[in-house]
């Protein structure tokens, strides 16, 4: 059984896409390859849902960034085994600045001796912020596949969920381990409703004949991009790159 991904913010709207800007992070210290994550559109206070079903964990990183840990409490299909999948939800608000954003996961952990929080997708666990190694308010949506056991590198952190020991399937990968979420997703909103408790195919039923929001222009660009770049056609991917940003700049005006 393949992982699906429902968004974990409505409308979906992409700003930076995976495996991207590696000269610019690497300049900054950050020795990965690439962007190892998606920047999707968030405004200050946004809510924020569970991608899919998991066990949540609240994590505060060097840089002060806030987010939650997200890991899946079943096994999926990777690369013809078996492997759990952990998302990454980053840049959310610091709760010591505006309480009353305060993540129900790092809530759910102060009153139960920092127990992982159950979550089912759609639930409610943050909001949007810029925390951390940001330079604005957005979602950073981060995945890795998953195995318990020690890491094969002493800098990798043992206890990486706070859930136990958990090995990154693919920690040598330039990333960090993180993956291109884009081929998860499903293409439904966590946001909505009816997706709760349904399998894809129950909602796909329940909402017959219903039409998706449409992405805005430098969206539906970028998700083509994204699509380019995954089949190995960087010079496209990165011609329809520059056509987001020209499309940016003219909404902007």
């Known amino acids: 059984m393949k992982l699906e991904l429902f968004y974990p913010c409505k409308p979906f709207g992409l700003n930076q896409a995976f495996g991207v800007n590696g000269a610019y992070y690497r300049a900054h210290g950050i020795m990965i390859d690439g962007h190892n994550g998606l920047d999707l559109q968030a405004k200050h206070g946004q809510p924020i849902y569970a991608a899919h079903d998991g066990v949540a964990y ?11 840990i997200l890991i899946t409490n079943e ?12 998302t990454i939800y980053w840049h959310m608000v610091d709760r010591t600045e505006e309480p009353k954003y305060t993540s129900p996961v790092y809530t759910y952990q102060q009153k139960n001796k920092q127990a992982p929080m159950p979550v089912k997708r759609g639930d409610l666990i943050g909001y949007a912020d810029n925390s951390g190694f940001s330079g604005g308010d957005h979602l950073h949506f981060g995945l890795k596949p998953m195995r318990p056991g020690r890491p094969l ?3 990798q952190d043992v206890t990486d969920v706070g859930i136990g020991n958990w090995r990154n ?20 909103h966590a946001a909505d409703g009816k997706a709760a408790g349904m399998t894809i195919e129950e909602y796909q039923e329940a909402t017959k004949g219903r039409t998706n929001e449409p992405l805005a ?3 539906a660009v970028a998700v083509l991009a994204t699509k380019e770049a995954l089949k190995g056609n960087k010079t496209l991917a990165d011609r329809l790159w520059a056509i987001v940003a020209v499309i940016k700049a003219f909404l902007s005006k």
């Open 153 to 155: 590198n002493a800098w």
């Open 58 to 68: 609240y994590q505060v990183d060097s840089s002060e960034g806030h987010g939650v």
């Open 217 to 219: 222009p430098d969206d």
């Open 75 to 86: 096994t999926f299909d990777y690369k013809g085994e078996q492997a759990y999948f952990k």
């Open 169 to 188: 399937i693919e920690q040598l990968n330039g990333y960090l381990g993180s993956i291109n979420p884009m081929p998860y997703f499903n293409g439904v």
